[in-house]
C-alpha cells in the first residue's frame, strides 16, 4: 500500500516535499515513481528512482532541474522535493511502485498509491 501526503497550496516560486508512505511488503526491491494528474487529462509521469542501493533517478519534461526524487528503505518513504513552482505543476500527485527491470518504462508501475493535491497560485 502506498499513501502520498504532503500537498497543499504553495504561491508560486514556492517549494514543497511530497513524501509517500509504503507498507504491506518489503518494498526494498522496487522502484518508485511520481506521477500527476489534472482534471481531464492523463496520469503523467514526472520521476523515478530504482531500488537501492543504485537508486538511479530519471526525470521529464519539466521536472528536470527542479524536483529531486528520492528514497529512504530504513523508513519505507519516497520524497518528492518540488522547488521553483509554477502554475503548471497544479495537479494531483500519486506515487507508484515497479517491481520490474525496466523502471525506467512508466508503464511498469502497477502499484498506486491515493494522490495528493498541489496547488501553484500565482
Known amino acids: 500500500q502506498l499513501q502520498a501526503s504532503g500537498g497543499g497550496l504553495v504561491q508560486v516560486g514556492g517549494s514543497l516535499r511530497l513524501s509517500c508512505a509504503a507498507s504491506?511488503?518489503?518494498?526494498?526491491?522496487?522502484?518508485f515513481a511520481w506521477f500527476r494528474q489534472v482534471p481531464g487529462k492523463e496520469r503523467v509521469f514526472v520521476t523515478a528512482?530504482?531500488?537501492?542501493?543504485?537508486?538511479?533517478?530519471l526525470y521529464r519534461g519539466s521536472a528536470k532541474g527542479r524536483f529531486v526524487i528520492s528514497r529512504d528503505d530504513a523508513q519505507n518513504r519516497i520524497y518528492l522535493q518540488m522547488n521553483s513552482l509554477t502554475p503548471e505543476d497544479t495537479a494531483v500527485y500519486y506515487c507508484?511502485?515497479?517491481?520490474?527491470?525496466?523502471?525506467?518504462?512508466?508503464?511498469?508501475?502497477?502499484?498506486w498509491g491515493r494522490g495528493t493535491q498541489v496547488t501553484v497560485s500565482s
Open positions: 504491506g511488503r518489503d518494498f526494498n526491491t522496487y522502484a
Open positions: 528512482i530504482s531500488w537501492s542501493p543504485t537508486s538511479s533517478t
Open positions: 507508484a511502485a515497479s517491481e520490474d527491470s525496466r523502471w525506467n518504462v512508466p508503464d511498469t508501475y502497477t502499484i
